[in-house]
């Protein structure tokens, strides 16, 4: 899995970005040599931060959704729209953040301040969830948060795991209401159609569905010849118990922290997922807050991410240099991947008892 970076900002030296958002959002390239206690106030316009509720008809999910399945050892399986689709349905999708069109016209994983990477389901998700399998990690009873979150997986598999509530957050409305929502739904008409045996038994490690197919005569979907699994069918779900667990936000960091923290009480998240979130050094300010107000006190932060971006500054030792300077969170490291791009997972926790 590629990245692809597309900045398109006009030639400016007043200001060196915004603090808009859950992934680049916006901004000069910054330098690796550049100070990551970086406070400049955001130059454009932030993304205000919306709830966005369930469908109240949840039968919505398209009859002609095409669904892939991530699965892992032990976990259960994951299932997500194809990305494919989302390309090849464009122009009949509702589109008014304009990202299926910049992101075609242009190309690009990434267009700053308009598209944040929310469609994709980047490699370091992948590490986390093969973690989350080693460790054999449960969330029964756990306030969930999957920052930055595009299709959600991380936060299905807590909600899988019995999770008291997950929230979910990503910088487009469009990713949560046509990703995120439906991906939610589809995961819980799936577990409702599965068989026992499936739900037991891994398909091969970090394998989509299709791919598994290929190697087996007969799987939950009876597919044959590697062929596409059908598309899914719409059924209600009105009455499903996983559905009021869920919450689901858009907008940038900075709004959506102002939103959630109007809460009374404001939520604390016992888990907070990121992955892929730390690619700009002049955003670590606004995420570090985010995590600071919203982590209960005795919470943990699974932080996934690569050694270092590429053309836009950021990466993980960057990004424990800031957090070690506001002296708020201890950094241990819980896998390191050496192979290619190296990729880390970390976890952060308060040094010391928080309160309330």
Same mark, same amino acid.
Request: net charge negative.
């Given at each position: 899995m590629s990245?692809?970076?597309?900045? &398109?900002?006009? @030639? /400016?030296? $007043?200001?060196?970005?915004?603090?808009?958002?859950?992934?680049?959002?916006?901004?000069? !390239? &910054?330098?690796? @040599? /550049?100070? $990551?206690?970086?406070?400049?106030?955001?130059?454009?316009?932030?993304?205000?931060?919306? !709830?966005?509720?369930?469908?109240?008809?949840?039968?919505?999910?398209?009859?002609?959704?095409?669904?892939?399945?991530?699965?892992?050892?032990?976990?259960?399986?994951?299932?997500f729209l194809n990305e494919t689709v989302f390309e090849k349905t464009a122009s009949e999708r509702e589109d008014w953040e304009r990202i299926f069109s910049?992101?075609?016209?242009?190309?690009?994983d990434l267009i700053s301040g308009v598209y944040e990477g929310g469609l994709k389901v980047w490699e370091c998700t992948y590490d986390l969830l093969e973690l989350i399998e080693k460790q054999e990690a449960t969330f029964g009873g756990k306030a969930v948060l999957d920052l930055g979150c595009g299709a959600g997986l991380l936060g299905i598999l807590a909600l899988k795991r019995r999770a008291r509530q997950v929230h979910f957050q990503d910088y487009n409305s469009t990713v949560i209401e046509q990703l995120t929502v439906p991906n939610v739904i589809l995961n819980c008409q799936t577990d409702d159609e599965a068989d026992s045996k499936n739900d037991k038994e891994g398909r091969g490690k970090g394998k989509t569905e299709k791919e598994a197919d290929c190697e087996m005569t007969k799987d939950r979907e009876e597919l044959t010849d590697c062929s596409p699994p059908p598309k899914k069918r719409a059924v209600d779900l009105s009455q499903h118990p996983l559905l009021p667990k869920c919450c689901f936000f858009s907008g940038d960091w900075s709004t959506f922290l102002a939103l959630v923290l109007q809460t009374d009480p404001p939520p604390k998240y016992d888990i907070i997922f990121t992955s892929e979130t730390i690619y700009n050094t002049a955003y670590y300010?606004?995420?570090?807050?985010?995590?600071?107000?919203?982590l209960a006190p005795d919470g943990l932060v699974y932080l996934a991410t690569k050694s270092h971006y590429f053309g836009v500054g950021g990466g993980l030792h960057l990004f424990k240099n800031f957090v070690e300077q506001k002296g708020i969170f201890s950094v241990d490291h819980l896998w390191d991947g050496e192979e290619g791009l190296q990729r880390h997972i970390v976890a952060l926790r308060f040094k010391t008892a928080k309160g309330s």
């Open positions: 990245f692809c970076f597309n900045f &398109d900002v006009p @030639a /400016q030296t $007043t200001h060196t970005g915004n603090i808009d958002g859950n992934y680049s959002q916006g901004g000069e !390239k &910054d330098s690796a @040599a /550049q100070s $990551t206690d970086d406070t400049t106030k955001p130059a454009e316009p932030v993304k205000e931060a919306k !709830k966005h509720l369930p469908p109240s008809d949840l039968q919505f999910l398209p009859v002609d959704a095409v669904f892939e399945t991530v699965s892992i050892g032990t976990l259960p399986p994951l299932h910049l992101s075609a016209e242009q190309k690009s300010s606004v995420l570090h807050e985010t995590l600071h107000k919203l």
